[in-house]
Antibody, heavy 119, light 109 residues
Framework: EVQLVESGGGLVQPGLRLSCAGS????????MHWVRQGPGKGLEWVAS????????AYADSVKGRFTISRDNAENSLYLQMNSLRPEDSAFYHC??????????????WGQGTLVTVSS | QSALTQPRSVSGSPGQSVTISCTGT?????????VSWYQHHPGKAPKLMIS???KRPSGVPDRFFGSKSANTASLTISGLQADDEADYYC??????????FGGGTKLTV
């Protein structure tokens, strides 16, 4: 059974690092993503990373502040979040792509971890 | 990076059909056959219903049909059931490994 379990959310710290542990599939065969949903808002794609970490991409809203990375030996995905703003408050989900490189098709999602940034 | 445009809400009676549109540009929806659709019940993880414009993952009923014409993709749900009531999001590959979501459509059955 494929499982994605996020951790690391909470009240904002100067820098916050989210983690996502994957299991039940060959983690290093697939691109991975972070997707967020703010209170009362829709889904927003945040960042993607290719199967080997060689290609990363970010939404304009987080570019220069967030960094996505992965450790295939540990079956783990990360999101380093710096210079957080109130509008970054959201549930952050990790999601598995169906392809080796980012395609926008996410066949498995984690339940999410809540990040809260006060003004 | 502007969000794809979806209607805020659609509704239908049980047994009827509804279509949700998703409009982008030639840089995203129109430029790639990588449009997907997600069903999202509050409090649950989103579920992939359609990938690559019109492919249904295993377990998704054939009542869900995806299509695309130029810069607009569509999701048609036929034979509406009560459990279809949810938020639906379109999503498109937008080049250089980036992805865009639509604003979401609330389906009321």
């Amino acid at each position: 059974e494929v499982q994605l379990v996020e951790s690391g959310g909470g009240l904002v710290q100067p820098g916050l690092r989210l983690s996502c542990a994957g299991s039940g599939f060959r983690f290093n065969d697939y691109a991975m993503h972070w997707v967020r949903q703010g209170p009362g808002k829709g889904l927003e794609w945040v960042a993607s990373i290719s199967w080997n970490g060689g290609h990363v991409a970010y939404a304009d809203s987080v570019k220069g502040r967030f960094t996505i990375s992965r450790d295939n030996a540990e079956n783990s995905l990360y999101l380093q979040m710096n210079s957080l703003r109130p509008e970054d408050s959201a549930f952050y989900h990790c999601a598995k792509d169906t392809q080796t490189y980012s395609s926008g098709a996410f066949d498995y999602w984690g339940q999410g971890t809540l990040v809260t940034v006060s003004s | 990076q502007s969000a794809l445009t979806q209607p805020r809400s659609v509704s239908g009676s049980p047994g009827q059909s509804v279509t949700i549109s998703c409009t982008g540009t030639s840089s995203d929806v129109g430029g790639h056959d990588s449009v997907s659709w997600y069903q999202h019940h509050p409090g649950k993880a989103p579920k992939l219903m359609i990938s690559d414009v019109n492919k249904r993952p295993s377990g998704v009923p054939d009542r869900f049909f995806g299509s695309k014409s130029a810069n607009t993709a569509s999701l048609t749900i036929s034979g509406l059931q009560a459990d279809d009531e949810a938020d639906y999001y379109c999503c498109s590959y937008a080049g250089t490994y980036t992805v865009l979501f639509g604003g979401g459509t609330k389906l009321t059955v």
